[in-house]
């Protein structure tokens, strides 16, 4: 398309003026139909208005089914704002199972509420055990943290057999320690 803004019509011939007004008419009509912040919706026909209009209110229903950009729930039909609050009260759902995202527990039903709960126990618990990600060991039941204790103590034993920087000899116990060098055992 041929950006003729900076063009003097004045000197046009008159099948070229036709053709810089319908390259302006269309890059009008394309700035509307993708970023509205350009557009001039009074240059627009009424059928390409029409088309507009729809263009904006499914970009609104696809921005409140995913969550991204901005929503406004008030140009919903009933059945789209039914399936968007569906939809907001899964993902919602997703961000406290899966601690990824803002999670507001007070949108959750009280069964959702104690699963999400759990897994969340379950994903701090593999964490402490791993020593991999965010551990609160004040979230751990004394079996729990007993568990993660030997865990970390094994893990301990062998970065310190491997002989890798991790390895702090102060953990270890008498067997894991070669009495006569100090070091840990093969």
Do not use: W
């Amino acid at each position: 398309m041929v950006d003729y803004s900076d063009c003097n019509r004045s000197i046009l011939a008159p099948a070229e003026l036709k053709e810089a007004q319908d390259s302006a008419h269309r890059q009008n009509l394309l700035s509307c139909e993708t970023t509205t912040d350009f557009c001039n919706k009074a240059l627009l026909t009424p059928a390409e208005t029409q088309d507009v209009a729809g263009i904006i209110s499914l970009q609104n229903l696809a921005n409140c089914e995913t969550g991204s950009g901005i929503c406004n729930h008030s140009a919903l039909s009933p059945a789209q704002l039914s399936e968007v609050k569906s939809l907001e009260h899964e993902r919602n759902l997703l961000a406290c199972e899966t601690g990824q995202g803002e999670c507001d527990k007070s949108l959750l039903t009280p069964t959702e509420a104690k699963q999400a709960a759990v897994i969340a126990h379950q994903r701090n618990f593999i964490a402490c055990k791993s020593g991999e990600g965010y551990c609160d060991t004040s979230q751990l039941s004394p079996s729990e943290a007993k568990q993660i204790a030997d865990t970390a103590r094994q893990r301990n034993a062998l970065a310190c057999e491997a002989g890798d920087a991790s390895c702090d000899p102060s953990l270890l116990n008498a067997k894991q320690v070669q009495p006569t060098t100090g070091q840990p055992a093969s």
